[in-house]
Structures are given as C-alpha cells and as structure tokens.
C-alpha cells in the first residue's frame, strides 16, 4: 500500500534535483528552470498532505502557487531578456557587478 | 485488490518518469531539450496529483505549466539562441563536485526525515461518504470563493503587477 511517506519521498528527490540544477549550472535560463522544479516538488507535498488530512484548502493554497508561478516565470524571463540585450550572455558568471 | 495493485504501478511509473525526466533536465546541455524533459517531468508529477485525488489540480497543472510556462521557457530561449558562441557550460572542476555534494545532502536529510516519521498515521485512507468528491471541481471552486476569496482576489493584483512589470521590461529590451 502506498502510504504519504512514498509520495513526500518523490517530492524531497524532485527538490533536491532541482537544488542540484540551480547550483551546477551557469545558465540564467537552466538555474531558472530548476527553481521551478523546486516549486513544484513543494507543490507534490502539498497536495499529498491536503490528501493525508482530507482538507481541500491544499489544493486552493496550490491553485495560488501557480498563478505565483506563471507571474513569476513572466517577470523573470522579461528580466533574462533584458540583461541579454545589456550583457549578450545569459552567463550567471558575467553578472557580477554587486561583487566586492 | 486489483485495482490496488494497479494504483503501485502506476505510482512507481509516474514517480520514476518524474525524477528521471528531472535529472535529465538538470543533465542535459541544451536548454531546448531541458524544457522538453521538463515538460514530461510535470505530465508525470500530475499522474501523481490524479493519484492523491487532486484532479482538479492536476488539470491545472498540465495547462498552466506544461501548456503555459514551459511554452514561455522555449519562446525565450529560442529567441535568444543559446546554440552556439552564447551557450554557456556548467560549472566544471572541483566545485562541480562541492556542489553536487551538497544538494546529495540537502536530498539525502529530507528523505531521511521523511523516512523517519513514516509510520501508520501516514496511511492514505480510502475517501468515503461525505469525501467521496474529494479533489474535484465543484468542492475545490466552493473553498476558493467563500473562505479564500481575499487570497484569490489578491492573485488578480498580482497578475496585474505581473503583466505591466513583463511589458515595462520587453518595450525597454525593444527600444534600445
């Protein structure tokens, strides 16, 4: 029988995937990516304990999330165009003028 | 217990496809083929929603992300076409290997957590009588609109936000 615990497993796997792919890679669009698997592995939690307590409130706190998501990936891909038309690179490397 | 068994297979199949097509996606070098495997990652992690009863949910999650997001990923990322002298390498070296520690950790202490407080009350009883409807539509719109109504309200002004703050940043991109 499948219990919670398989599912938060697979969400904490998702999550850490998603850490690794922010980490190890330099591309502004990559690093992006992987947050939003990160998102979403949050999201699989969620959902599994709205299923374990039967409370239906997960599910709206989800539906929220989302659109968080859509208006986020909107910004911050308005914002990696900007800086490629500043920089002509999406090298997370060259950005590197707050370093002291 | 048929249908049980089945509900095993078809966990560890979304589960699997979920985390490989994950790791895929973080592997892989070109960023266009990192948005497909992204796009399969979400399908599986919304077989896995169906499974925990959240098919509403699960709906919305193929269209906004598979259907809208990723979409927005490969637009932008085949219009600044990172093929070629812009395609940046990952992080080679020592700190490649510093890194990839530390995520394994961050990974192998949720799920030792996780493992550690599993035990009966984590059993997902079977939805019966008045939860029958767990999950769908109807009791999910009802939730939304009666006690989190500020909370979706709210989202409206922030799609609000969203939207000029994305236009504001291509006319900018644009008029340079």
Request: hydrophobic share 60%.
């Amino acid at each position: 029988m499948i219990g919670a615990e398989h599912f938060l497993i697979v969400s904490a796997i998702l999550f850490a995937v998603g850490v690794t792919g922010a980490l190890i890679s330099r591309n502004l669009i990559m690093i992006f990516m992987s947050v939003e698997i990160m998102l979403n592995a949050a999201n699989l939690a969620i959902i599994t304990f709205a299923r374990m307590h039967g409370d239906m409130g997960g599910h709206v706190i989800v539906f929220l999330t989302l659109t968080v998501a859509a208006a986020e990936a909107a910004v911050g891909l308005g914002l990696i165009m900007t800086l490629y038309s500043k920089r002509g690179s999406v090298d997370a490397a060259k950005f590197n003028i707050m370093k002291w | 217990m048929e249908a049980l068994d089945l509900n095993i297979v078809v966990f560890y199949l979304a589960a699997g496809t979920a985390i490989g097509s994950a790791f895929l996606m973080v592997w892989q070098r070109n960023p266009v083929a990192s948005a497909l495997y992204m796009i399969l990652s979400i399908l599986s992690q919304a077989v896995l929603y169906v499974l925990l009863d959240a098919v509403f949910v699960g709906a919305l999650l193929v269209i906004i992300y598979a259907g809208a997001i990723v979409t927005l990923f490969l637009f932008v990322i085949m219009m600044l076409n990172l093929r070629g002298e812009h395609f940046v390498e990952p992080s080679t070296g020592s700190k490649r290997y510093v890194k990839l520690l530390v995520s394994g950790l961050v990974g192998a202490e949720l799920v030792y957590l996780i493992a550690q407080s599993s035990g009966p009350g984590m059993a997902l009883a079977p939805l019966t009588g008045a939860m029958a409807n767990f999950g769908d539509v109807k009791p999910v719109a009802e939730l939304l609109y009666s006690k989190y109504l500020y909370g979706f309200e709210i989202t409206s002004i922030l799609l609000l936000v969203a939207i000029v703050g994305a236009v504001i940043l291509a006319r900018r991109e644009s008029g340079e």
